[in-house]
C-alpha cells in the first residue's frame, strides 16, 4: 500500500512531534530528577539539623560566650549551616535513600 502526498506529509509530521514530545518528556524527567536529589538533600539537612538540636540540649550552658539571644541564634544558624554542608557533601545517606525512593514512586508512562 502506498501513501498519497498528503498522507506522507502527514505520517512525516506526526513522527516529527512524536520525537518532539518524546524529547520534552525526557527533559522533564530530567529536571523532575534533578528537583527530587534537591528535595532529598534539603530533608536530610533538616534530619540533620535536628540531630545537632537534640544534642545542643544535653550541652550545659555557661556564661562563657555571653549566653542569652545572640548566642542562640547564632547557634542555630551555626548548626543550620553545618546540617546543609554535611547533607550536600554526602551527609548520613538518607538523602540518597529518599532520592531512591521518590525515584522509585515516578511511574513513567511510555509515550508511543
Do not use: C
Not at 544558624?77 to 521518590?102: F, N
Request: aromatic share 8%.
Amino acid at each position: 500500500m502506498t501513501l498519497s502526498g498528503s498522507e506522507r506529509v502527514f505520517q512525516v509530521n506526526a513522527e516529527r512531534e512524536l520525537a518532539d514530545l518524546k524529547n520534552l518528556k525526557s527533559k522533564a524527567l530530567q529536571a523532575d530528577e534533578k528537583r527530587m536529589r534537591e528535595v532529598a538533600a534539603e530533608f536530610e539537612s533538616l534530619f540533620v539539623n535536628e540531630l545537632f538540636k537534640s544534642m545542643r540540649r544535653t550541652v550545659p550552658k555557661n556564661d562563657y560566650l555571653n549566653g542569652g539571644l545572640r548566642q542562640d541564634i547564632f547557634e542555630d544558624m551555626l548548626y543550620q549551616e553545618y546540617a546543609r554542608k554535611i547533607s550536600h557533601s554526602g551527609g548520613l545517606g538518607l538523602g540518597e535513600m529518599v532520592y531512591k525512593y521518590l525515584l522509585s514512586t515516578q511511574k513513567e508512562k511510555p509515550i508511543k
